[in-house]
């Protein structure tokens, strides 16, 4: 039978093409254009669009298990309602979910509560799903290298709660195991929600002196300030998604992104290895 990976050709989603793929699974990639996907040899490459209520009935025949994963975009609550009911519809028993940590605690941000609507859409619906959890993706400190190296700061007003940053190749594989353990059940597997998180909880502080020792030059944690923040994000996305982002960096400052008991070393025992660190990430994009 057949895995269907939504959002296939964003960093997450390629992570699991690419995890799914080593496994041995056989893989259907939603995209909107397959002339440009570049996905793994073998992966079968079809265009969609969650929106596009023809083209996902289009695609579910033969799909036995859906990993969902939707953008942070305007609708994106509507597109996952659409693709869950689609695949009900077309009979399909087994899904992951990619929703993200503390989705019932930011209830105020608009991409956090979206996803936790769509948890309760899941759990109303008696749909058989592991919804993953993950905290904030280390990946993002992509789009503030050149800000740290260049002007000696770490921009981002992340708090001094902590955030326990994810790898998006731990979540790429974990989603991957999920998949597979439920394509390959002989019945449908009761509902879970796994964490994803780093083995490290940072804060503002701590994320700008491990830039300071990898790069062996002091990186300056100019403080929390969400206003600036905003108007800084402004500049590259539309003005929605710039609020909706400081309405989740002050949630970072009251509340954090903390791990529950257990949820560290459960995900180490089901990678079997350890979780892949902020410093070693760092010490990566740095290189």
Same mark, same amino acid.
């Given at each position: 039978?057949?895995?269907?990976?939504?959002?296939?050709?964003?960093?997450?989603?390629?992570?699991?093409?690419?995890?799914?793929?080593?496994?041995?699974?056989?893989?259907?990639?939603?995209?909107?254009?397959?002339?440009? %996907?570049?996905?793994?040899?073998?992966?079968?490459?079809?265009?969609?669009?969650?929106?596009?209520?023809?083209?996902?009935?289009?695609?579910?025949?033969?799909?036995?298990?859906?990993?969902?994963?939707?953008?942070?975009?305007?609708?994106?609550?509507?597109?996952?309602?659409?693709?869950?009911?689609?695949?009900?519809?077309?009979?399909?028993?087994?899904?992951?979910?990619?929703?993200?940590?503390?989705?019932?605690?930011?209830?105020?941000?608009?991409?956090? %509560?979206?996803?936790?609507?769509?948890?309760?859409?899941?759990?109303?619906?008696?749909?058989?799903?592991?919804?993953?959890?993950?905290?904030?993706?280390?990946?993002?400190?992509?789009?503030?290298?050149?800000?740290?190296?260049?002007?000696?700061?770490?921009?981002?007003?992340?708090?001094?709660?902590?955030?326990?940053?994810?790898?998006?190749?731990?979540?790429?594989?974990?989603?991957?195991?999920?998949?597979?353990?439920?394509?390959?059940?002989?019945?449908?597997?009761?509902?879970?929600?796994?964490?994803?998180?780093?083995?490290?909880?940072?804060?503002?502080?701590? %994320?700008?002196?491990?830039?300071?020792?990898?790069?062996?030059? %002091?990186?300056?944690?100019?403080?929390?300030?969400?206003?600036?923040?905003?108007?800084?994000?402004?500049?590259?996305?539309?003005?929605?998604?710039?609020?909706?982002?400081?309405?989740?960096?002050?949630?970072?400052?009251?509340?954090?992104?903390?791990?529950?008991?257990?949820?560290?070393?459960?995900?180490?025992?089901?990678?079997?290895?350890?979780?892949?660190?902020?410093?070693?990430?760092?010490?990566?994009?740095?290189?």
């Amino acid at each position: 039978m057949t895995i269907l990976v939504t959002g296939a050709t964003g960093n997450i989603g390629r992570n699991v093409v690419e995890q799914l793929v080593a496994r041995g699974a056989g893989v259907r990639a939603l995209v909107r254009d397959p002339a440009k %996907a570049g996905l793994p040899v073998g992966v079968e490459v079809v265009q969609g669009d969650l929106l596009d209520v023809d083209s996902l009935r289009a695609v579910m025949p033969g799909v036995s298990t859906l990993f969902l994963l939707n953008g942070v975009v305007a609708d994106e609550f509507t597109q996952a309602l659409i693709a869950l009911n689609v695949a009900r519809d077309a009979g399909i028993e087994r899904v992951v979910y990619l929703s993200v940590i503390h989705s019932d605690v930011y209830v105020n941000v608009p991409h956090f %509560a979206g996803k936790f609507g769509v948890e309760r859409m899941i759990e109303a619906m008696g749909m058989p799903s592991t919804i993953l959890r993950p905290a904030y993706f280390m990946d993002n400190e992509m789009t503030i290298k050149d800000v740290v190296t260049a002007h000696g700061i770490y921009p981002m007003p992340i708090g001094d709660k902590g955030l326990a940053m994810v790898d998006a190749r731990d979540v790429g594989e974990v989603a991957a195991i999920e998949l597979i353990r439920r394509e390959q059940a002989s019945a449908p597997l009761p509902t879970t929600t796994i964490n994803l998180v780093g083995p490290d909880t940072l804060t503002g502080v701590d %994320a700008a002196a491990i830039w300071s020792d990898v790069l062996g030059r %002091a990186i300056a944690f100019p403080g929390n300030d969400t206003a600036g923040f905003e108007q800084n994000l402004r500049q590259f996305m539309p003005n929605w998604m710039a609020y909706d982002m400081r309405q989740m960096a002050e949630r970072f400052q009251t509340d954090g992104m903390i791990p529950e008991v257990g949820d560290v070393d459960r995900l180490t025992e089901l990678l079997g290895r350890p979780l892949r660190s902020y410093r070693d990430y760092v010490a990566q994009i740095t290189a």
